[in-house]
Nanobody, 128 residues
Framework: QVQLVESGGGLVQAGGSLRLSCAAS????????MGWFRQAPGKEREFVAA????????YYADSVKGRFTISRDNPKNTVYLQMNSLKPEDTGVYYC?????????????????????WGQGTQVTVSS
């Protein structure tokens, strides 16, 4: 089992920045990739960003490219999501997730079903 704990959400004005953190514990040796998803009220949970466990490869949803940066600190088993130039449409609950998936994401975005462990979520609210 992998346990994930997110932190860093909050309320920010449009154009502002926030950094989310996700600390992993437990069977971290089984993790191949880590990711962030978000869910707005009344909408499905959607992919935001992901990173290989080594940190060498990153993946982003088109809606956040150029504004969000995912990174990891291996010794701390922690993944970060730096969010800049935030927009009201970025509002939602952000979930950290861990994956043991070893297939390719070259031709599609990561899917919820690729991830087996999830954090409890942290609220991000961007005011206009």
């Amino acid at each position: 089992q992998v346990q994930l704990v997110e932190s860093g959400g909050g309320l920010v004005q449009a154009g502002g920045s926030l950094r989310l953190s996700c600390a992993a514990s437990g069977r971290t040796l089984s993790i191949t990739r880590m990711g962030w998803f978000r869910q707005a009220p009344g909408k499905e949970r959607e992919f935001v960003a992901a990173i290989s466990w080594s940190g060498s490869t990153t993946y982003y949803a088109d809606s956040v490219k150029g504004r969000f940066t995912i990174s990891r600190d291996n010794p701390k088993n922690t993944v970060y999501l730096q969010m800049n130039s935030l927009k009201p449409e970025d509002t939602g609950v952000y979930y950290c997730a861990a994956s043991s998936y070893m297939g390719s994401w070259s031709y599609r975005d990561p899917r919820r079903t690729d991830f087996g462990s999830w954090g409890q979520g942290t609220q991000v609210t961007v005011s206009s």
